[in-house]
């Protein structure tokens, strides 16, 4: 018996005439309509149900509007999302994690400056216990002194540490940079203000704002979208309000102009932070937008990639991607760089900016994108905590399930030119950011490039 001989790779690929032909990409399939139930229960809490997978699981999405002007907003909102799963009147937080491990679940809350999110799931025959501990949390949270005081000392700990962290310090800056003093600006709260926080102002918050009128609950998995309307309006009867919960202002219009230097002492990176204004999902002008953004540096096949990456080997990550908020849509680029090279990878970055503008995506690189597209959407949906969070972020963009399903066909739909009128966006004026690094060491180059405010 002889041993087959080992053939490396590139010998596999081969034959004597020449490389081996790839065969084409086959044809995505077509995105799935779920069964979905979409209506508002006598609380103002709208509830969107989908029938979804086969896996004998529900995914739960809550997002409660929880903007606040005051101050304290931000700590107190942090330290109300950290306890709010700490026990209530009738379960204590052992309770809390006994009943949802017994069902398979898990259930946490997260808080931003625009909304506080419970991200849950459970096995489907678990999904009652899902919902009445959520709904416990909701109307009877009680914020012990015990509970509030050890999450406030560890949230304490977490804050000094992430605001030393330079992407942390970059994110703060641009918002600063973008936004003035709105309150989307306020993402990481001064652990000084976290320590201040008492179980009254954190009930008080609770009281005022953790309410149902305007907020979505979305349930996806093995479930009847149609009878478990009827389950969750009994549970969350309860959690009633006459107010509505507040949202974010508006953002204003992003424009473009000089990026500014940041001075962190001692740093040996980098971080380059460039944002210009965009479209909100709902304008039809998006699937253009989206292919153009994935060819100039969505994805790894992208032109930021193999210019600041492959090329010149400035950074091991450029990135473009979308931020969305209410009616609102911003790009985001980013890379971090070694100190001697920042100036050197802002100034591919600005070329890579007009070249885009100038010399817009070719018809290889639309379909590349294109596919790239089409399949992220088909992969991202395909479990159900993912399509959990795709309906609620369609929901609070005002959309529903019916564009997630249209969007393949928009995209495939998109022609060339149009994604040249979108890569316009990309022009160079258009941007603008923040680069966080040691002015000592890249000062002097930031100012001989132009176009950066030094500290």
Do not use: C
């Amino acid at each position: 018996m002889t041993q087959a001989p080992h053939r490396s790779a590139e010998e596999i690929g081969r034959t004597e005439t020449g490389p081996r032909p790839l065969p084409p990409l086959g044809e995505p399939r077509p995105l799935r309509t779920p069964e979905v139930v979409d209506s508002t229960l006598p609380n103002g809490l709208r509830l969107i149900a989908a029938r979804h997978g086969v896996v004998p699981m529900v995914e739960a999405r809550l997002r409660i509007p929880f903007a606040g002007e005051d101050a304290m907003h931000p700590a107190t909102s942090e330290v109300l999302a950290e306890t709010i799963l700490t026990g209530t009147a009738v379960r204590d937080r052992v309770q809390v994690d006994t009943d949802l491990a017994a069902v398979g679940g898990e259930l946490h809350a997260v808080v931003d400056p625009e909304r506080l999110s419970f991200i849950g799931s459970a096995l489907s025959s678990g999904k009652a216990t899902l919902l009445e501990v959520l709904a416990d949390a909701l109307t009877g949270a009680a914020y012990t002194a015990d509970e509030v005081a050890g999450e406030r000392d560890r949230l304490v700990e977490r804050l000094a540490v992430a605001r030393s962290q330079p992407r942390v310090i970059a994110r703060e800056e641009l918002q600063r940079h973008r936004y003035g003093d709105h309150p989307f600006v306020r993402e990481v709260p001064q652990a000084a203000d976290v320590g201040q926080v008492t179980p009254d102002a954190v009930r008080e918050l609770h009281a005022g704002a953790v309410l149902p009128r305007g907020s979505t609950l979305v349930l996806v998995g093995d479930l009847d979208p149609h009878t478990i309307v009827d389950e969750v309006t009994r549970v969350l009867a309860p959690w009633d309000s006459a107010v509505a919960a507040t949202e974010l202002p508006d953002l204003p219009e992003l424009r473009g102009g000089d990026v500014r230097l940041v001075h962190r002492e001692g740093a040996v990176q980098s971080q380059l932070r460039m944002s210009a204004q965009g479209l909100h999902r709902t304008d039809e002008r998006y699937p253009a937008l989206q292919i153009a953004n994935l060819a100039f540096g969505g994805y790894f096949s992208s032109r930021l990639v193999e210019n600041i990456r492959e090329d010149k080997g400035y950074t091991y990550g450029a990135h473009s991607s979308f931020e969305f908020t209410r009616g609102n849509g911003t790009i985001l680029v980013d890379a971090d760089t070694a100190s001697e090279v920042t100036a050197a990878a802002l100034l591919e970055m600005r070329y890579e900016f007009g070249r885009m503008a100038l010399v817009p995506p070719t018809e290889a690189e639309v379909e590349s994108a294109r596919q790239y597209a089409i399949g992220g959407l088909l992969t991202s949906t395909s479990s159900q905590s993912g399509m959990a969070s795709m309906l609620l972020t369609l929901a609070v963009a005002g959309l529903d399930h019916h564009w997630l399903t249209a969007h393949p066909d928009r995209l495939r739909a998109v022609t060339a030119e149009q994604v040249a009128e979108a890569a316009l966006f990309y022009a160079p004026t258009r941007f603008t950011g923040v680069v966080v690094g040691d002015a000592d060491k890249i000062g002097d180059r930031l100012a001989a490039l132009g176009g950066v405010v030094l500290p």
